[in-house]
C-alpha cells in the first residue's frame, strides 16, 4: 500500500505553488554550484542598522587543518557579559557561509541581549566527515575560551542550526560531552538533518514533495560519507541519530514540519533525549515544509513557530 504523505497547510501550500520549479526538492551534485552562488549573493546587514558591532576572526581548526572563519556580532555598547548563541548554518553541509541564515539568530540575539558566532565550516564533497564538524567544534572550543573577548559569559553558550546547522549542532553538543568540552546551556535544532539512513517513513512519504526531499537528503549524506553513507559503521559525530548514548547532553528545542523529511527522525531525537533522563522541547508543525517560516516567514505557522523558539531561549536564559 503505498505510503500517503500529509497534506501541507493551505497558507504553505499556496507559497510553494508560487515558487513553480524554484521549489523542485530532487537536489543533486549537478545543482551545488548553482546553490552554493546563491548562498553567497547577498549579505544581510549584520549590524542591524547599528545595533551590533561585527567583528571577523580566523581561529586554530582542528589539528593539521586551516584555520576556521568565525563572524562575531556583539551588541553594540554593552559591557556585562552576555549569554552566546553559536550559530551552524545550513545547507545539506555542502552550501552556504557563516552568514547564511545568521539573520535569525541576529533577531534573537536582539531581543534577549546576546552575542551571535557564527562559523563557516569546511563544505562536502571537498571536505567530507569529519571535516564539517571538526571545524565546528574547533569554533566552538574557541568561543568558550574566548567569551570575555568577545563580550560573552563563560558557561552560557548555546549552539544553534537549522538543518545540516542543526544536524552539526548536535554533534558538536556530542563532543562537548564526550571530550569534556565546553559546557552548553542548550541546544536549538530547527528541522535537523541527524539521520544518515535516509529510511524513515516520513522521508519515503516526502520523496518529490516540499523543498528537501529523499532524494536530495541521499545526495547530501553521500557527499558527506561517501560509500559508508547507510553502513554500519557511521560515526555519531557524522549522524547524531547513530548515537547510542544520549544522556548528559544539554536541555535541547527541537521542531520539525509534519510534510518534511526530517520529521520522524527529529521526532526520534526528542524521544531519545527523554529516555536518556535528558530535558527536550519538541514542537511539530502540522502541514509545515522544511523551510517553512524563510520562504512563508508571514504564514501563520511560521509566526507560531517563530515564537516559540523565542519563548524556549528566553526562558533558558533566565536560569
Not at 569554533?139 to 544553534?160: D, Q
Not at 542550526?161 to 553538543?173: E, I, K, P, Q, T
Not at 527523554?274 to 516567514?297: K, N, Q, S
Request: net charge negative; with cysteine.
Amino acid at each position: 500500500m503505498p505510503l500517503v504523505p500529509p497534506p501541507f497547510d493551505p497558507e504553505l501550500a499556496a507559497c510553494l505553488e508560487s515558487l513553480g520549479d524554484a521549489a523542485a526538492p530532487g537536489f543533486c551534485l549537478e545543482d551545488l554550484g548553482a546553490a552554493r552562488r546563491v548562498t553567497c549573493l547577498a549579505s544581510p546587514d549584520l549590524t542591524l542598522g547599528g545595533a551590533f558591532e561585527v567583528s571577523e576572526h580566523a581561529v586554530p581548526g582542528p589539528p593539521g587543518a586551516p584555520g576556521v572563519p568565525l563572524l562575531v556580532c556583539r551588541p553594540s555598547g554593552t559591557t556585562a557579559p552576555l549569554p552566546v548563541i553559536y550559530h551552524v548554518h545550513g545547507g545539506g553541509m555542502m552550501a552556504g557561509t557563516d552568514r547564511a541564515g545568521v539573520e535569525v539568530p541576529l533577531d534573537w540575539a536582539r531581543e534577549l541581549g546576546a552575542v551571535v558566532v557564527s562559523v563557516d565550516y569546511r563544505l562536502a564533497p571537498e571536505h567530507p566527515h569529519p571535516a564539517p564538524v571538526e571545524d565546528v567544534y574547533a569554533g566552538l572550543v574557541w568561543t568558550a575560551a574566548h567569551t570575555a573577548r568577545i563580550g560573552g559569559a563563560p558557561r552560557r553558550i548555546v549552539v544553534a542550526g537549522a538543518s545540516a546547522g542543526g544536524g552539526l549542532a548536535a554533534a558538536a553538543a556530542l563532543l562537548a560531552r564526550d571530550r569534556q568540552g565546553p559546557s552548553l546551556l542548550g541546544q536549538l535544532l530547527l528541522s535537523p538533518m541527524l539521520d544518515d539512513r535516509n529510511d524513515t517513513v516520513s522521508g519515503k512519504q516526502m520523496t518529490g514533495r516540499g523543498l528537501w526531499d529523499r532524494t536530495a537528503n541521499e545526495t547530501a549524506w553521500t557527499a558527506l560519507l561517501g560509500a559508508r553513507r547507510g553502513g554500519p559503521d557511521v560515526s555519531p559525530y557524522a549522524a547524531p541519530a547513530r548515537a547510542a548514548d544520549l544522556s548528559g547532553l544539554p536541555p535541547a528545542y527541537l521542531d520539525v514540519g509534519s510534510a518534511e523529511t526530517f520529521r520522524d527522525e527529529t521526532v526520534a531525537h526528542a524521544s531519545r533525549l527523554w529516555a536518556a533522563g535528558g530535558r527536550a522541547e519538541l514542537h511539530v508543525w502540522p502541514g509545515a515544509f522544511h523551510g517553512f517560516d524563510t520562504l512563508a516567514p508571514e504564514a501563520a505557522l511560521s509566526r507560531a513557530a517563530r515564537a516559540a523558539r523565542l519563548g524556549w531561549l528566553r526562558r533558558l536564559l533566565a536560569r
